[in-house]
């Protein structure tokens, strides 16, 4: 009889020291960039790609990189020497659609599904394209933009405003527009 009462009170002091211990990660439905980001484009990068890199870099306090514009390297290889950074950090690709930084992204794609949350067919489907999806395992924000132009008010939106996850963004006239999926 014993026993049994130190079984279940040995029972009992485990469940509770455990119970702390298991927690689980959310996935949140809306995000604002807080922490530092890598924004990563290409040799050729939209229109305002500065103004945009200069808001959120000021907004941040100079947390933050660039990748990208880099002569002699691709996109592929400039991510995968700083892979790991980018994982630990929030993410933006920010890319011009129909260049050869496009294809790149493709096939980062297909090597690093982590770093993006869609497709490469929904980059072509629908560019221009801004789509942000949150990361649970590093518990970062994963973006991509495809878009001819960027500027400082886009940066702004990611800075102030909540921004709905995995939902499909369009930027026009300063505002996001959800997509219409047909």
């Known amino acids: ?34 922490a530092s980001c890598y924004t990563i484009t290409g040799v050729h990068s939209p229109k305002g790609f500065w103004k945009f890199q200069t808001t959120i870099l000021e907004s941040l306090g100079r947390k933050g990189g660039l990748l990208g514009g880099y002569s002699g390297y691709s996109l592929v290889e400039q991510v995968e020497k700083y892979l790991e ?6 993410s933006i690709f920010l890319i011009l659609h129909k260049t050869e930084e496009f294809e790149a992204l493709k096939e980062l794609r297909e090597k690093y599904p982590e770093l993006f949350p869609i497709s490469s067919e929904e980059f072509d489907k629908f560019s221009p394209l801004v789509y942000l999806t949150y990361d649970i395992k590093t518990e970062r924000m994963r973006g991509v933009i495809i878009a001819d132009k960027v500027d400082a008010s886009l940066a702004k939106i990611l800075l ?12 026009e006239n300063g505002r996001l527009k959800e997509i219409e999926k047909k």
Request: aromatic letters at 12%.
């Open 1 to 34: 009889m014993y026993k049994k009462i130190w079984i279940i009170i040995i029972s009992a002091i485990l469940i509770v020291a455990f119970s702390g211990s298991v927690t689980t990660v959310e996935q949140p439905t809306v995000w604002k960039l807080r």
């Open 85 to 90: 950074n980018i994982r630990q950090s929030n």
């Open 160 to 171: 102030r405003k909540d921004l709905p996850l995995n939902t499909f963004l369009r930027y």
